[in-house]
């Protein structure tokens, strides 16, 4: 199946910094999403992104499906931006593979 | 979008038992999916549950622990049987209308003592 990975594996951030994160992915897809997983363990949609570039706020993401990676950038970091962010694409089928995540941790 | 109602949010339950947990949806959905994750990884799907016919298991899953149900269009139920310490989790559904994003429930924290 398809293979998904995630860089950094954690990251420190003081507050008010700038951060990218990176998803790799081993085939084409059809569907790519980054979900924040605040500490509760619910999953919150950011971006639904099989390509091209969004934004939302101090958030923003691009996909270059093409070469099989996509961006997570957050601007201006809050202690609130803390928590897990994951990485998960589909391709063909309609289940989505996860990546291992990004653990952020943003301290004042 | 879709809104997912989840139950129960959290429970801490004894080994041996076994603890169903529910996903309503408001709106009617071809697709829903159970994800597990245990604690300090990542998702992994359990099984494609479809109305009308019976769950598919993703390896490593069996019905017989992890029976499934999906009575109509709007709601879907796990089941987690005969537990041990083992089954300790975040248990998600998730549904996807078609080839568009995919929506999560706020998750079930079970713990097994």
Redesign the interface.
Known sequence: GIQVEQSPPDLILQEGANSTLRCNFSDSV??L?W?HQNP????I?LF?IPSGTKQNGRLSATTVATERYSLLYISSSQTTDSGVY?C?V?SGS????????TKLSVIP | SAVISQKPSRDICQRGTSLTIQCQVDSQVTMMFWYRQQPGQSLTLIATANQGSEATYESGFVIDKFPISRPNLTFSTLTVSNMSPEDSSIYLCSVRQGDTEAFFGQGTRLTVV
Request: no cysteine; aromatic share 28%.
């Open positions: 059809n569907n999403q979900f509760w363990g619910q999953l949609n639904y994951f998960a589909g309609y289940q989505l593979t996860f990546g291992k995540g």
